[in-house]
């Protein structure tokens, strides 16, 4: 692929050490390693000098990345979003680099993003920065909101979904989810099929009535 030699405010330089990145100057004077992507595809125009000005191309606005970045901010920074109790509220910030939409975009392509991604922070009570966040699937970031329940049975600590999918658990998921909220040892209530705390005392009785060899009744 042949690449220009300017891009925004950026002048390539040269080929750097890794392969997926060059060597750019500022027209400010800054020198630094971009990414090839970032530098193609618009996100970074700068090397942050332009901060608080426009740095978003046209119809990027429209983009899945895009959407990303406004709802971190929105969450963080605006009391009158419905999630800011759970983030803003909460002390949660969005760092002082990533309120300029570039360099977010820079930081994601670097970091591997791509499209139906989440971003997660590693520490959930931490703020949103480069060394507390990473790229996940929406599914996986469930895992780890702050009302996944853990669990921390047979010396592993896992969270209940995890457990109930386990080979080790004999029993299903509304009688395993009771137990655990009435205070039951995790083993003994993943793994104990007598002891069934969902069901009432007619089902109970009928446990001990042996059914047919040949179906069930």
Known sequence: MKYKTQYGK???????????????????????????????T??????GCQRGKASITHGLSSTPIYRMWRDMLNRCHHPSRQSWKYYGGRGIKVCNEWKDAGEFFNWAFKNEYYS???IERIDVDGDYEPNNCKFITKSEQGVNKRKTLWIEAFGERKHFSSWYRDARCKVNRGTFWVRIKRGMSPEVAMTNKLYNAGINRHARSLMSVKLPQYGKV
Do not use: D, P
Not at 12 to 26: E, G, L, N, P
Not at 42 to 47: E, F, R, W
């Open 10 to 40: 950026w002048r390539v330089i040269k080929q750097a050490k890794r392969t997926r990145y060059f060597i750019c100057k500022c027209a400010c004077g800054k020198t630094k390693e971009v990414f090839k992507a970032s530098l193609t």
């Open 42 to 47: 618009g996100v970074s125009k700068s090397c």
């Open 116 to 118: 139906g991604a989440s």
